[in-house]
Every structure is written in C-alpha cells, then in structure tokens.
C-alpha cells in the first residue's frame, strides 16, 4: 500500500512537472509571436518611410515637371505642352494614390 501511495506521488509530481513545462513552453510561444509582431511593424514602419522618401522624390519630380511646362508654353510648343500636361495628369494621379497609400498604412500601423 505505501508503495502504492509513493507510485501515485511521484505520478502526480510527474503530471506537474509536465504541465510545468508545458505552460513554460506555451509562454515561449506567446513571447515568439509577440518578437514576430514587433518585427512586423518595424517593417510597416520602415515602408512608411520608404513611402515618405518616395513622395518627396515626386514631389521634386512634379516641381521640375512645372518648370518644362512652364518653358513649353513660353516657346508655345503645343505638342510639347500637351505631352507635359498629360505626365502632369499621371504625376498627380500617381501622387494621389501614393497619398492614399500613406493615409492606410498610417491607419494600419497607428490604430
């Protein structure tokens, strides 16, 4: 019978180490992911500022664009001037889905 009782003992200590050691691995778990989720928003953060660099860039790109396009109407080049307002159209829609793109990503990222 003591035997017995001694068996269920170390049994039970057993069981609770196993469960130790489940809930220890199940917290290494939770820290993964959480390690896993902060790389992804340093990510998203790092693509927003690739996003910023980019708008500058066209930004810069539009001003030059407006200065070819104010040279094409003193030289009245029709051809010239309407090619160049045709980049400006695409420039500008190019620019408004670029901001689109900023606004979600801010919206993902900060809320």
């Given at each position: 019978m003591r035997l017995f009782l001694l068996l269920l003992q170390l049994l039970l200590l057993l069981l609770l180490l196993l469960l130790l050691l489940l809930l220890l691995l199940l917290l290494l778990l939770l820290l993964l992911m959480l390690l896993l989720l902060m790389l992804l928003l340093l990510l998203l953060l790092q693509l927003l500022l690739l996003l910023q660099q980019l708008l500058i860039l066209?930004?810069?790109?539009?001003?030059?664009?407006?200065?070819?396009?104010?040279?094409?109407?003193?030289?009245?080049?029709?051809?010239?001037l309407l090619l160049l307002l045709l980049l400006l159209l695409l420039l500008l829609l190019l620019l408004l889905l670029l901001l689109l793109l900023l606004l979600l990503l801010d919206a993902a990222i900060f809320t």
């Amino acid at each position: 019978m003591r035997l017995f009782l001694l068996l269920l003992q170390l049994l039970l200590l057993l069981l609770l180490l196993l469960l130790l050691l489940l809930l220890l691995l199940l917290l290494l778990l939770l820290l993964l992911m959480l390690l896993l989720l902060m790389l992804l928003l340093l990510l998203l953060l790092q693509l927003l500022l690739l996003l910023q660099q980019l708008l500058i860039l066209l930004l810069l790109l539009l001003l030059l664009l407006l200065l070819l396009l104010a040279a094409a109407a003193a030289t009245a080049s029709t051809t010239l001037l309407l090619l160049l307002l045709l980049l400006l159209l695409l420039l500008l829609l190019l620019l408004l889905l670029l901001l689109l793109l900023l606004l979600l990503l801010d919206a993902a990222i900060f809320t």
